[in-house]
T-cell receptor, first 111, second 111 residues
Framework: GEDVEQSLFLSVREGDSSVINCTYT??????LYWYKQEPGAGLQLLTY?????DMKQDQRLTVLLNKKDKHLSLRIADTQTGDSAIYFC???????????FGSGTRLLVRP | NAGVTQTPKFQVLKTGQSMTLQCAQD?????MYWYRQDPGMGLRLIYY???????DKGEVPNGYNVSRLNKREFSLRLESAAPSQTSVYFC??????????FGSGTRLTVV
C-alpha cells in the first residue's frame, strides 16, 4: 500500500537553511504537498508540487521532487523561530484524492 | 471567515458513551474527509465523502460512522467510545489543486 516516510526531528540555527526530506511509494501520485502544523492548531497547506515538475519555488520555500527515487524535499531559506512547527509531507492517492500523510518532522529553530 | 468549522473543540467521554463530531465547510467543496492524529503516527484517514450522498471507508474506520448530511456538512459519530479512540480529530475539505483545507481539530479524550 501507499506509505510516506519522514525523519522525525530537525534542529537548525536561526538564519540557516532547513531541509526536510520525505519518501513516498505511490508512483501514480498526482500532487505532493507540504503542510505545517503549529502547536494546538490544524494543518496549514504550505505548498504543493505537481508530479510532472521537479522544482517549485515560493518565496523562502523550495520544493524538490525526484520522481525516479520517489523523494520529496522542502527547503526553508533563512529559517526563523516562527518556522518552528511540525511539517507533514503528503501524497494524493486514487481517484478520490485521499491524502496519505507522513508522520511529520518536528523542526526546532534555535536562536 | 471562509473555511472548515469543527465542533466541539474539546470533549471528554466515558467509555461506552456516544457522541457526534460536527464539521461544516462554506467553500462549496465536493469532497470532505475525517482524519485522526495520534502522536508519532501522522494523520490517518477514517472516512471520506467524495460528493454529497456518498461515503467511503478510509484506513481506520472501525468504531466510527459518518453522515454527509448535505454538501456543507460531514459528521463523524462514535457509537460506543473506547479509550483507543482518544485522539485529535481533523475534518478537511478538498479544494483547488486537490489541496485540503483543515478545521482546527477536536481533541477527544475517552476515560
Amino acid at each position: 500500500g501507499e506509505d510516506v516516510e519522514q525523519s522525525l526531528f530537525l534542529s537548525v540555527r536561526e538564519g540557516d537553511s532547513s531541509v526536510i526530506n520525505c519518501t513516498y511509494t505511490d508512483s501514480s501520485s498526482t500532487y505532493l504537498y507540504w503542510y505545517k502544523q503549529e502547536p494546538g492548531a490544524g494543518l496549514q497547506l504550505l505548498t504543493y508540487i505537481f508530479s510532472n515538475m521537479d522544482m517549485k519555488q515560493d518565496q523562502r520555500l523550495t520544493v524538490l521532487l525526484n520522481k525516479k527515487d520517489k523523494h520529496l524535499s522542502l527547503r526553508i531559506a533563512d529559517t526563523q523561530t516562527g518556522d518552528s512547527a511540525i511539517y507533514f509531507c503528503a501524497e494524493s492517492s486514487g481517484s478520490s484524492y485521499k491524502l496519505i500523510f507522513g508522520s511529520g518532522t518536528r523542526l526546532l529553530v534555535r536562536p | 471567515n471562509a473555511g472548515v468549522t469543527q465542533t466541539p473543540k474539546f470533549q471528554v467521554l466515558k467509555t461506552g458513551q456516544s457522541m457526534t463530531l460536527q464539521c461544516a465547510q462554506d467553500m462549496n467543496h465536493n469532497s470532505m474527509y475525517w482524519y485522526r492524529q495520534d502522536p508519532g503516527m501522522g494523520l490517518r484517514l477514517i472516512y471520506y465523502s467524495a460528493s454529497e450522498g456518498t461515503t467511503d471507508k478510509g484506513e481506520v474506520p472501525n468504531g466510527y460512522n459518518v453522515s454527509r448530511l448535505n454538501k456543507r456538512e460531514f459528521s463523524l459519530r462514535l457509537e460506543s467510545a473506547a479509550p483507543s479512540q482518544t485522539s485529535v480529530y481533523f475534518c478537511a475539505s478538498m479544494g483547488e489543486n486537490y489541496g485540503y483545507t483543515f478545521g482546527s481539530g477536536t481533541r477527544l479524550t475517552v476515560v
